[in-house]
Structures are given as C-alpha cells and as structure tokens.
C-alpha cells in the first residue's frame, strides 16, 4: 500500500510541476540528484530537474509561473549538489543561494540574494565570512566587497554587516593592512580563511580572525570581534 501511495504522489508531482527527474543512461544520476521539493512560506517551490543532458534548478513562483534560475550542463550536471547552487535558505521576502565556485575545498563559495516571488537574482553578495541561521538576525558579514567579480576591489580594512530583509548595510573598521599582513604572512589565498569558526553567546557574535606579527612571522594571534547581532536584525 505503501509503495503505491509513494508512486501516485510520484505521478501527481510530475503532470503537476512537469518535473523532470529521471536518466535512464546513467543511474549514478538517480542516485545524487535529489528531486524533492523546497516549499516557501509565500508559496512559491524550489526544485531540482535532470535528464542525461543537464540540470536545473527551478523556482515555481506563486502565480504557478517557471523560472530556471540555474543549470548545468556538458557533463557537469555529475556534480549538481557539490558545485554551483547547492544550499538555500529563506527569508521574508527573498532567499540565498550559496554558489559553490568548484567542487570540495580551497575556495569560498559566494552567494546570491534572490526575490522568492519572481525568481529574479536582486544582489551579488560575494564570498563571506558569516551567516546568522537565526531569523531574528538577517544577517550576512563579509569583508567590504570581497568577491570573485574582478571589478570590484575588496578593502581589507572593514567589515559589511548586511541585514537580508532591510537591505540595509553596517561598516566595522578592521585595524589598518592587519588582513593584508596575515595573507602576506601566511600561506593563505582568501582572507576568509583567516577567519575562525563564529560564537554565539546572548545575542553577542564573536568573529575571530588569525593575523601575525609583520616582525617576526612565527608570532600568531587571534582577534575577538564583538558584534551585537540585534543592533543589525530585524
């Protein structure tokens, strides 16, 4: 009985959304391409396709209209969920997709904001450094414009705060050239590796960041930053 329930959900799932989830050359796709679907307060669904082709990544906006708002192709759709668009998460009126720029480590994703109602991508945000899973505190934290796109210049001297659903954004000084010092000092590339994992403690986010003394390299620290999270949420 069960399998039955499970196969006519099936069914009504696919004349219903017209979701394509199937590629009878390659059964390894069956298996890594996850076609369920990501309901949104609004209404509107979030879902993966797939053929032997391609896949893509489908918004279902409340008006029951298609937008494709990501795809891969030439053999790539193998790594759909490990490069490109593989997390979301929601907020009031818009969600963020986090862009794996290459498959597993040694470089930070960047992430998009996105309206929920149309599908239209509203704001590059770049690569950044934190994110609250608190929906008190709609925030993201970057440093200033640091991004894969070239035309833009990343200052090493602040941080962004960002709040999502405000679209409001906060400016915290970091001490002169210090970020710069510690890449130059240390074999990292990004200076979103210099950045230890984040604590929460009553509504306090402590960033912490290594830096070493120009003098004498073999000297490492660590920085506390203190950010009172609801002065930035909403």
Not at 142 to 171: G, P, Q
Not at 207 to 229: A, D, F, G, M, V
Request: aromatic share 14%; hydrophobic share 35%; net charge negative.
């Amino acid at each position: 009985m069960k399998l039955i329930f499970c196969f006519l959900f099936s069914l009504i799932t696919y004349y219903s959304f017209g979701q394509t989830c199937n590629c009878d050359d390659d059964s390894l796709l069956n298996e890594i391409i996850s076609c369920d679907t990501i309901h949104f307060e609004n209404g509107a669904e979030l879902y993966w396709n797939f053929n032997c082709d391609s896949s893509w990544l489908t918004l279902l906006t409340p008006t029951r209209s298609k937008q494709i708002i990501f795809s891969l192709g030439d053999g790539l759709q193998e790594l759909t969920g490990r490069i490109g668009y593989v997390e979301f998460y929601e907020y009031k009126s818009t969600f963020l997709v986090q862009n794996n720029v290459i498959s597993g480590c040694c470089a930070p994703p960047d992430f998009y904001l996105y309206d929920k109602t149309t599908g239209q991508k509203i704001k590059e945000l770049g690569r950044i450094i934190y994110l609250s899973e608190d929906r008190k505190y709609p925030i993201i934290i970057s440093i200033t414009n640091s991004s894969y796109d070239t035309s833009k210049i990343a200052d090493l001297n602040s941080l962004t705060i960002f709040n999502i659903n405000t679209n409001k954004e906060y400016l915290i000084s970091l001490p002169n050239f210090e970020i710069e010092q510690a890449l130059e000092n240390t074999e990292e590339m990004y200076a979103e590796f210099l950045f230890e994992d984040s604590i929460v403690e009553n509504g306090i986010l402590i960033l912490q960041y290594r830096y070493r003394n120009p003098k004498n390299e073999e000297e490492q620290y660590t920085r506390n930053i203190q950010i009172e999270l609801k002065k930035y949420g909403s």
